[in-house]
């Protein structure tokens, strides 16, 4: 299985600009799609973004135009790159990987086979 460490994360005023990075390591990154999750105070986790193995996306609707996912499978990292970002934006964000044979693009947390241990985005003025 692989482990995934986040990291990134931290303060940023409305309106700004961030980058959360995922390290992936002890399998191999190329079997796996890749996703991003989060989760704020007392509500559910939610699907953010997800990019399949040969680099398919999925957003949700809310960040469509304003987050990128991306994957490096030189250096086995996945990132999202969030702009314009939302007080409502704001939540622990969690990396995840499943280990998929069929180049799908998972949206659901229930597909995902790993978890990071989270990263906080705070967005406030």
């Known amino acids: 299985q692989v482990q995934l460490v986040e990291s990134g994360g931290g303060l940023v005023q409305p309106g700004g600009s961030m980058k959360l990075s995922c390290a992936a390591s002890?399998?191999?990154?190329?079997?796996?799609?890749m996703g991003w999750f989060r989760q704020a105070p007392g509500k559910e986790r939610e699907f953010v973004a997800a990019?399949?193995?040969?680099?398919?996306?999925s957003y949700l609707d809310s960040v469509k135009g304003r987050f990128t996912i991306s994957r490096d499978y030189l250096k086995n990292t996945v990132s999202l790159q969030m702009f314009s970002l939302k007080p409502e934006d704001a939540a622990v964000y969690y990396c995840?990987?499943?280990?998929?044979?069929?180049?799908?693009?998972?949206?659901?947390?229930?597909?995902?086979?790993?978890w990071g241990q989270g990263t906080q985005v705070t967005v406030s003025s």
């Open positions: 002890g399998d191999t990154f190329r079997a796996y799609a």
């Open positions: 995840a990987a499943d280990l998929d044979p069929y180049f799908k693009v998972p949206t659901t947390a229930r597909e995902y086979d790993s």
């Open positions: 990019i399949s193995r040969s680099a398919s996306t």
